[in-house]
């Protein structure tokens, strides 16, 4: 199921929540590629509502970032204040990514299920 | 019962019929019976025959099972009402019928009851030969069942017992008066002592034996099917008249009519019990296979395998398994503890004879099965050293005993054994079937176990090429290093991501520690792995600083893994300068949990921000100064740490701070150990990933 939020034309947006880990990473998958399958000049990852994310979750966002930039297109992550915010930030990707504030208003979220 | 009664008085030449039920409905009448009384069937007696008499005499068989008789004025009979199961049956004779006819028809009668209600086989044998050989005036009898070739005594009377005991059972034999009734279908008569002399002289002695002259052998055939003979042997001449042989016709073919139903019977009761037998062994196999999937040592596994089978299967129960050039027997089961113990004594006193055929060691070597459903005492005898030992393995009791292979893709792993002994049981082909089975499912679940067993040490070996074998010893510190891998998720073996290092820099009393965590696992992993590791130690003996070793890391990652980009690792590098006082410490961080420090009861993280490696062409590093002094300590970590999670959540550095500050583990190795303890523990003992720990204590 893609969710893609209420936004301005040629935005894509992702909401992932629950846990990202090898369990949940083919689902997680899907629901990226299924958002970019259009080719959308931005396509946002919101990672804000996760309340876990491992390593393969965060290459899951490496791997997107870098296809999205072969392409000439642009990807963007919502951090949030949470565990996905800590994450990224002891990685030392928040100046390497495009970081989003947190949404105003809560959309329609993909709670990610073990696949 | 009455069906098959029904069906039974239609082959017999005596008119006989059969009522059901109180109101006494006729259900069956022979062709006979219909001849005197007409065509009743289907109606009630006292709508088609209304005599008084008659009913009363029904009513008496019927409802108190005492048999009785009526005279009928018209149709002018004699009905004889003889109590039989659910029913009434009738034999009917007409007015000024002579007497030993009458009296013959009675008798008949009461067989015809009796046989009725008579289940097994041998109870039916015993009724034809006693009653039968009463009825006709036979010395002795004998009722004998037909298997293939194969003739078999059911019951006897009367003849000597030499003749009852050679004969219990015997082979079909063309030119003797039995095989001969049997193989033809056709009575045979035999009317005096002469006539056994001049027609069967090879078989004379045993048909005179005892003094008897006439007999008669009369095959037992219903329909097609050919159940065996009776034989009925008189001590005086009998010419057997017409009448005669008819009426010894007649009972051979009530009894006939009632083996038959009873061998149906039989059958069937073996053909439920065998489909019943299968449904358990069935049961018993999918358990068994659940066992053999458990996460247990190959040995545990086999040994709960053995437990399963003796509960169900079996008295005993043993596996031996081939390992290299030795067979060994690795579980062994008895429900008596005791007797295990015992036969444990019993073979470290007397060890089993490789070279025994049919042995389990023989079996395991040469695949192929060994079956001894009756174990004979010679058997014992010849496997026995001395005396004692035979006392000894007789005292086991061994009945019967069944070694199958455990069979996988044409190779022997080695053997199933199972033995009958205190339970007198014997095994059969159904068992045998049943055992190779269970030993076929046993062996591919070994074999796969073998083959993950060797991709695991495959995995380990590769993973232990990328961490150091012992880590150096180094003047004025204390290291200590673990590495757990993470358990098995049922996906296989993979060569994890962990890495940690200790190496010695271009100056004297400069060292360097690494650990690093690639994401991810299997070859891509291990060869990223393999290049990190490769690179830092090429880089800090150039004498490059920290951060400058990372940067140049870094490229060296990004350039090897274009092919696959996002392989990223994470890595914290420290330069050691060991002073008299302690240690100084140059510390840079790539996105790797912060190392903590423990300065007495105090512990603190070394923050030392950083990007990831591997992803992006430049990276922002920060390298941060400290010193350790004497006694403190620094422990670097992967995630696999702070991310282990328990039912109270995730292990995280505040555990990690806690344990460290208030663990009585004082050394660099103390440490280490309680940490790992400690996070395995925390798990339940399931690592959800690898663990590697590095403790540097600046010397004490």
Redesign the interface.
């Known amino acids: 199921m893609t969710a893609p939020a209420e936004g301005p034309p040629g935005v894509a947006e992702v909401v992932l929540c629950g846990e990202l880990d090898i369990a949940t990473l083919d689902d997680a998958e899907r629901q990226v590629e299924a958002a970019a399958a259009a080719a959308p000049p931005l396509l946002v990852i919101d990672l804000s509502g996760l309340t876990f994310v ?3 979750g ?3 966002v ?2 997107a970032d ?1 296809r999205a930039r072969s392409a000439g297109r642009r990807l963007a992550v919502r951090l949030g204040t949470g565990h996905a915010l800590r994450v990224f930030q ?4 928040l ?2 990514l495009d970081v989003l504030p947190a949404r105003p208003a809560e959309g329609a979220a993909h709670r990610l299920a073990p696949g | 019962m009455t069906t098959d009664l029904a069906d039974a008085i239609g082959y017999l030449p005596f008119p006989l019929g059969v009522t059901a039920t109180a109101e006494h409905v006729v259900v069956a009448l022979n062709a006979a019976g219909r001849d005197l009384l007409g065509d009743v069937v289907g109606r009630p007696v006292a709508v088609t025959l209304p005599h008084a008499g008659l009913l009363a005499a029904l009513d008496a068989a019927y409802h108190d099972a005492r048999p009785g008789t009526a005279d009928l004025p018209v149709p002018p009979v004699t009905v004889g009402c003889a109590p039989v199961r659910d029913g009434v049956l009738l034999h009917v004779t007409a007015a000024g019928t002579p007497d030993p006819d009458r009296a013959r028809t009675s008798a008949l009668q009461r067989l015809t009851g009796q046989l009725s209600g008579a289940a097994t086989p041998e109870e039916i044998g015993r009724l034809a030969v006693t009653t039968a050989a009463e009825l006709l005036g036979a010395d002795g009898a004998g009722v004998f069942s037909r298997t293939g070739a194969t003739l078999t005594s059911l019951h006897s009377t009367g003849w000597q017992a030499e003749v009852t005991r050679r004969y219990q059972r015997f082979p079909v034999h063309r030119g003797r008066p039995l095989s001969d009734a049997v193989l033809d279908g056709v009575a045979v008569w035999v009317e005096n002592a002469e006539q056994w002399r001049h027609r069967y002289p090879e078989m004379a002695p045993v048909g005179t034996a005892g003094g008897f002259q006439a007999t008669a052998c009369l095959p037992t055939r219903v329909e097609d099917r050919d159940l065996g003979a009776l034989v009925f042997s008189f001590l005086t001449p009998r010419a057997f008249s017409v009448d005669e042989r008819e009426y010894l016709l007649t009972v051979t073919a009530l009894c006939a009519q009632a083996l038959d139903r009873s061998r149906l019977l039989v059958a069937e009761q073996a053909a439920r019990a065998t489909a019943e037998r299968q449904l358990d062994r069935m049961t018993f196999l999918a358990r068994a296979g659940r066992l053999m999937q458990a996460p247990l040592s190959v040995e545990q596994r086999l040994q709960q395998l053995a437990d399963l089978t003796v509960a169900d299967v079996a008295d005993w129960c043993a596996v031996h398994l081939v390992r290299d050039d030795r067979v060994d027997q690795v579980a062994v089961a008895h429900s008596d503890p005791e007797k295990v113990a015992f036969v444990a004594r019993l073979q470290e006193r007397y060890p089993p004879d490789p070279e025994a055929p049919g042995g389990a060691i023989q079996v395991s070597r040469t695949g192929e099965p060994s079956f001894v459903p009756d174990i004979p005492d010679e058997l014992l005898v010849d496997a026995a050293v001395d005396d004692e030992h035979l006392a000894l393995i007789r005292s086991i009791g061994l009945r019967s005993a069944l070694v199958v292979p455990l069979l996988v893709r044409g190779r022997s792993l080695g053997a199933l054994t199972l033995v009958h002994a205190e339970s007198g049981l014997r095994f059969d082909e159904v068992d045998l079937a049943f055992a190779r089975q269970l030993a076929e499912n046993a062996a591919v679940a070994l074999d796969n176990a073998r083959l993950y067993e060797q991709q695991r040490s495959v995995a380990e070996i590769l993973q232990t090429a990328l961490l150091p074998a012992v880590l150096p010893q180094v003047p004025g510190l204390a290291l200590a290093a673990r590495y757990r891998a993470q358990s098995d998720d049922g996906s296989g073996v993979h060569v994890g991501g962990d890495l940690y290092d200790v190496v010695a820099g271009p100056v004297p009393g400069r060292w360097a520690v690494v650990m690093a ?1 690639v ?2 696992k299997g070859p891509q992993a291990a060869s990223l792995t393999a290049l990190i590791r490769h690179t830092l130690r090429a880089e800090i003996d150039h004498g490059l600083g920290p951060a400058a070793v990372l940067h140049r890391l870094n490229r060296a990652m990004v350039q090897a893994t274009g092919a696959a ?4 690792a ?1 890595v914290v590098h420290a330069q050691l300068d060991v002073d008299p006082d302690g240690t100084a410490v140059r510390l840079v961080g ?2 790797h ?1 912060p190392p903590l420090v423990r300065r007495g009861d105090r512990v603190e993280p070394v923050v030392a ?4 490696l591997g ?2 062409a430049d ?2 590093l920060t390298e941060v100064s400290f010193r350790l002094d004497r006694g403190d300590m620094m422990v670097l970590y992967t ?1 696999g740490v702070t ?1 282990a999670r328990g039912v109270d959540g995730f292990y995280g550095t505040h555990r990690l701070a806690r344990f460290l500050r208030s663990s009585p583990a004082r050394t660099a190795d103390e440490v280490a150990d309680g940490l790992l303890d400690d996070v395995v523990t925390f798990q339940g003992g399931r690592l959800r ?1 690898d663990v590697a720990i590095l403790v540097v204590e600046s010397a004490p």
Not at chain 2, 565 to 568: E, K, V
Not at chain 2, 609 to 612: D, I, K, N, Q, R
């Open positions: 491992d390593s393969s965060v290459r899951l490496l791997l870098d002891a990685l030392g990707l100046d390497k | 965590d994401c991810g980009p996002g392989r990223f994470t790539a996105g949990p921000p950083g990007t990831l992803v992006y990276v922002e995630d991310e990933d």
